[in-house]
Structure formats: C-alpha cells, structure tokens
C-alpha cells in the first residue's frame, strides 16, 4: 500500500471503530444458507473465526484474526463496545466492517490473520489490558502503523475491545 493510501485506510478505521456500535441490519453480511433458513428467513452474519483464547489477549488477536478474514460477526462482536465510546456513527458496524476490508491490500489483510501480540508489551490489570500498537507482531511492516493502540476490558465474564 502507497504511503498516498493511508489517509484513506486512517478514515476506513475510524469509520470502523464509530460504525461498530451495532444495532442496524445486515443487509451486506455474508451468510450461508443453513444460517438464514435457521433464523426463520432472516440474513445474519455468522462468526468464521476459530477463537485464539478467552483472555483479554487471545481475544484481540480473535478481532485481529476476524478482520483479516473478513469475518464481520467476530469482529463487531469483539469490538463494538470501543465503537461505542468512538459514537460518530457512520452506520452499523456491518457496514462500517465492510468499508475497513476495502482498506487493506491482500497482504496485508494476511497478515491480520496472523497477527500474534507480544504479552512482554502488554499492560495487565485483573479486568483491564493495554496493548500498544508495538506489540501487535504481523508480517507486513506498514500495518503496524494502520492499527491504533487498544484496550480490553473484562464485562460480563468476556473481554471486549473498549478502546
């Protein structure tokens, strides 16, 4: 990706950290059709994304994982609580979703497939983790500086992406 790009990959991602805050319909999700016939005829996006772990860090590499397969459930599921801190919404986090994958390239959108954190890098409290941008390890160099430092905060017995 040109460096001419990026202040357009800066707005998809704010676009999606505002959009994320849930509520809209699904109307772009991709679904199969043994999802919809089991909601009754309704179209939902269904998660794709194998969980990595249930700690604050196996989380957000799961949100990591999500983007970079373009998993929109997994995604918003994970992170609509920091788009509802970010509310400037742009639409539903669905659609929001959509906007971001445009952003990437195919490499780089591989690399969020494989994106691994660094724990050594990370802030931890029992209901609260910090993790800076630098310890998001991926294989392509630019994404690191696409991707924003994040929090994840324990609600409910899971951890969510609050920032």
Not at 79 to 97: H, L
């Amino acid at each position: 990706m040109s460096f001419r790009a990026f202040p357009l990959v800066a707005a998809g991602v704010a676009l999606l950290i505002a959009g994320c805050s849930g509520g809209g319909d699904s109307s772009g999700a991709a679904t199969s059709s043994a999802a919809t016939a089991k909601s009754g005829g309704t179209s939902k996006a269904q998660p794709t994304t194998e969980p990595v772990g249930d700690d604050a860090v196996g989380r957000y590499e799961t949100y990591l994982h999500a983007i970079g397969n373009r998993d929109v459930a997994t995604a918003c599921e994970i992170g609509r609580p920091a788009a509802e801190e970010s509310r400037g919404s742009s639409g539903p986090c669905e659609q929001s979703m959509k906007i971001q994958f445009g952003m990437y390239d195919p490499d780089e959108m591989k690399a969020m497939r494989g994106a691994k954190v660094d724990k050594a890098g990370i802030t931890e409290s029992p209901t609260r983790v910090e993790i800076p941008t630098g310890a998001v390890k991926v294989d392509v160099e630019l994404i690191e500086t696409e991707l924003n430092d994040a929090v994840m905060e324990l609600r409910d017995g899971k951890w969510y992406r609050v920032k």
